[in-house]
């Protein structure tokens, strides 16, 4: 009897341990994620006490470990936009539009950068990109280092900056690059970061992580964790995740040139060694590759069509693509939206010299033909309240606070969520023009690069 109780003590004792280590009070591999990542890891889930492995701090709106950085305050979808502008000249400070959200309060030292970049081609005694790389979709991940120049996928990218720097700063230096014989370089979107990532699922380009500037899917609850960050089967660290051979030994990511759009003290940016797609502070120090800008055809994708009945309708679920639309209410043909931000002098001629979607008279918008997108905003709807107009540009006597009293996609007939530019100049001084972000109305530097704005080109129906 004695030996049956001692040898069931001894399975007791087993299935108490057993229990415990299945227990486990360290790290878990079940983040939620089915990514396989271990708990306090990077991008795998916090500690129950918000905590992560050093080096890491824990992001608490989505339970994720991420890199450490200078300010750890976490982006919300309240409208916290940094938006006042330093001026170039001691005149203008009594004209900068405190509504703008192109600009933040880290960027003001670099506003008297001149805007006279050559955007022309390199010199024939230039050298060239020396390496053409192309995604074949292999999963090995091959890549090309580039000490210079390379082109990947039709695009033409510098070399990695010398040293990190902070998103303003590194707007500056791509700006500013000369390299293989190029100077119209600058910083790349999170659409253009994306091509460089490889052997991702989620976060290559047409992956299911649905962060896109083309897309308008800036928001930080655009953000999808499972998508977005690279699954651990598909580590490797040995040469990284990106096409240009990009590895570092630190936890930095590489800036985009995309901010989020609930709020613009954040940016987009890619982690080289992982893979993954989140957002920083803009005022961390990251690393920096630039991208030489985009060659646009002269009828801007569209389709060309013989008249204008054929053009569909506007309306904020337009189902033909790189299609103009027309609207009806105002008998006004808008172009799709333009490939990149730029400046207002840039938007004005990239108009002038659009030939697509069956006609050549295509032109930059006034303030008064940007408003008829305008919708469920009484007082900046076309008639509204605010006063802003063609006939009165004059920010003393047009602008009040009623023409910011709207702030949503939803006030925008094409749901619209960044500033667009119109040809509209203030009265009392030419360096500024007009714009409409959603449904609010206001002014900006025309030529400040950390200002540079989308647009649609429009044309009378015929």
């Not at 490889?198 to 047409?206: F, K, N, Y």
Request: glycine fraction near 8%; proline fraction near 3%; hydrophobic fraction near 25%.
């Amino acid at each position: 009897m004695k030996k049956i109780i001692i040898f069931g003590l001894f399975c007791l004792s087993l299935m108490i341990l057993g229990c415990g280590d299945s227990g486990n009070s360290g790290k878990t591999t079940d983040n939620g994620n089915d990514s396989g990542r271990e708990m306090g890891s990077l991008y795998g889930e916090c500690y129950p006490n918000e905590t992560c492995d050093k080096g890491l701090e824990c992001d608490v709106e989505n339970n994720i470990c991420i890199k450490e950085s200078e300010n750890s305050e976490n982006p919300d979808d309240t409208e916290t936009i940094s938006e006042n502008t330093e001026d170039k000249t001691d005149t203008d400070s009594e004209i900068s539009d405190n509504e703008s959200d192109s600009t933040t309060d880290s960027m003001n030292d670099s506003g008297d950068s001149t805007n006279d970049k050559d955007t022309g081609t390199s010199d024939s005694s230039d050298s060239t990109p020396d390496a053409d790389t192309s995604d074949t979709g292999d999963s090995s991940n091959n890549c090309t280092p580039s000490g210079t120049c390379a082109t990947i996928d039709g695009n033409t990218w510098s070399s990695l900056a010398p040293e990190k720097m902070k998103w303003s700063e590194g707007i500056t230096y791509c700006y500013n690059l000369s390299e293989c014989g190029f100077k119209d370089w600058k910083m790349p979107n999170i659409d253009e970061l994306r091509t460089l990532i490889q052997g991702c699922s989620g976060s290559i380009t047409g992956g299911a992580c649905p962060i896109s500037e083309k897309a308008d899917k800036l928001a930080q609850s655009d953000y999808q964790i499972g998508n977005c960050v690279c699954e651990i089967n598909d580590y490797n660290l040995t040469i990284g995740h990106s096409k240009l051979c990009d590895s570092t030994d630190d936890l930095s990511y590489c800036y985009s040139s995309s901010k989020l759009s609930n709020n613009s003290d954040f940016v987009w940016v890619i982690d080289v060694n992982h893979g993954t797609i989140y957002y920083d502070d803009h005022v961390s120090e990251n690393y920096i590759r630039c991208i030489r800008g985009e060659i646009v055809p002269e009828d801007g994708g569209m389709p060309s069509y013989t008249n204008d009945n054929e053009i569909s309708e506007c309306s904020r679920t337009q189902t033909i693509l790189g299609a103009p639309c027309k609207d009806s209410s105002s008998n006004l043909i808008w172009s799709t939206k333009a490939y990149r931000s730029m400046n207002w002098q840039d938007a004005i001629d990239y108009c002038n010299k659009l030939s697509g979607g069956g006609s050549s008279n295509w032109h930059l918008p006034t303030i008064s033909e940007l408003r008829t997108l305008i919708q469920g905003c009484t007082a900046t709807e076309p008639e509204g309240e605010c006063a802003v107009t063609d006939a009165c540009l004059s920010l003393s006597d047009c602008y009040a606070a009623n023409c910011h009293s709207c702030y949503s996609s939803d006030c925008n007939k094409l749901g619209e969520v960044t500033p667009f530019w119109s040809s509209s100049t203030l009265l009392e001084d030419s360096n500024y023009a007009w714009y409409v972000d959603e449904g609010r109305i206001g002014h900006d530097l025309k030529d400040s690069i950390y200002g540079n704005k989308y647009f649609r080109c429009v044309r009378n129906a015929n």
